[in-house]
């Protein structure tokens, strides 16, 4: 193969359009980010913060149910039907129906407990977001997954643009800009994208026992991954809200004016889970586990070492980028966003080998590797505040991650030990 088709393969390639996808995404939230810490200061902007977790917390369970499985189903077999990727994304209708509902209701109840009046435009705009946002997940999951990649990136493109436009509408005119209007621009966003592919959508016929069997193949698949989340993103949310309630939305802001920064190396994160189930799937499928294996350390190799010096360079140089991004009074809170760069290392090549156990459908192991880590975060949370205030809720974060890490590699170097020494068996008993 020349120079320029091997440019052009990857240039068309899976994980160049999810990588094209995720910047842009990344960027996006990154941009809304710096407007509302500019626009709100930085305690209104940690209860933006704190609603934007509890809209992704949501969110969460169902990713898991429905498009997980799908991601690495989809590689397992050389071709899956329409009414099979249809039924999913109408399943995720429903669950971002009941996603919205929830979110309304937790928001009330967080509103009411702070002893705040319930905000009724506040409440609507945010159950629009979480209802739009969960749906355009699903669909963009979908289009992943059927290698429809170029309508996938097409359609965040579109919003970007949309977005964009009514934002700097809304600065120029005499309209307040505070979280509900932002809130509310999120949502309507990704509905009005929508809109297209859910036309298009009623013209496939998925039969009844299509759900029934697509429910049946996840929750097998899910079932532990679903046990995994709430351990894994509720006790990392838990830390968030722990923080809000005993150290102040302050807290909460200056941690998070710090991931919204490193967010920009979700490039590489979320990237990953558009191609590489998939890819992980067919390896295994023409390879077994230890083709398996070697392709999660070709891609380890080549995504550890680049997020690793984008994580260097911004640790260096915090305090100017948060003082140029977000303004001069974020600065100081450059030591957390080095802290919290480490979490974002460690997550992201305990993601890639997450990969392997999720391949072999051995999520239980998951599981019982993350039980370990949300035991000791949660022990850790009250002594490292109390020890370290703000930065100790960081540094638990990085702790819940790390030994996360270490539990899956090690289950799975035990794995292939075994996995050898049973090879190694077969062949003496073949001599």
Known sequence: MSFRAKLISKLTGDSAFSIADQT?????????????????????????????????????????????????????????????????????????????????????????????PVSASLVIAVTVLAFGQNLLSKLRAML?????????????????????????????GPWTVDATALFMLLGLSCIVVLIPDAIASTRVRVPAAMYRNVLGRHWSFAKWLLLMMALMMGQEQLLWLIAG??????????????????????????????????????????GGEDRLRDYLVRQTTIYATVLGLILIVVAIFAE???????????????????????????????????????????????FWSFAVSAAGALAMIYPAMAIWGTAGVAWTIVAGQAIALVLILLTIAARSVKLSAASSEIAAARE
């Open 24 to 116: 842009l995404l990344s960027g996006l939230n990154f941009l809304v980010g710096v407007l509302a810490a500019r626009v709100l200061g930085v305690e209104d902007f940690g209860f933006f913060a704190l609603i934007l977790i509890i809209v992704n917390l949501t969110g969460s369970a169902w990713e898991y149910l429905l498009t997980t499985p799908m991601m690495t189903l989809a590689g397992s077999r050389p071709k899956r039907s329409a009414a099979y990727f249809q039924a999913v994304l109408r399943l995720g209708l429903i669950a971002s129906i009941i996603g919205a509902v929830s979110v309304a209701a937790i928001v009330a109840l967080l509103l009411v407990m702070r002893s705040e």
């Open 144 to 172: 992943f997954a059927c290698r429809r990649n170029a309508r996938a990136l097409t359609i965040d493109v579109v919003r970007f643009l949309l977005l964009g436009l009514a934002i700097a509408i809304l600065l120029a």
């Open 245 to 286: 309630f005993q150290l102040g939305d302050a807290a909460v802001g200056a941690l998070r004016v710090g991931q919204y920064l490193l967010g920009t190396t979700h490039v590489i994160l979320y990237a990953l889970e558009y191609f590489m189930p998939r890819n992980a799937a067919e390896h295994h499928q023409a």
């Open 320 to 366: 100017p980028i948060l003082a140029l991004v977000f303004g001069p009074e974020y600065a100081e809170f450059a030591v957390y966003t080095r802290i919290l760069a480490i979490y974002y290392f460690l997550s992201t090549i305990r993601s890639i080998w997450e990969r392997y156990l999720r391949t072999i459908e051995r999520t239980d192991l998951l």
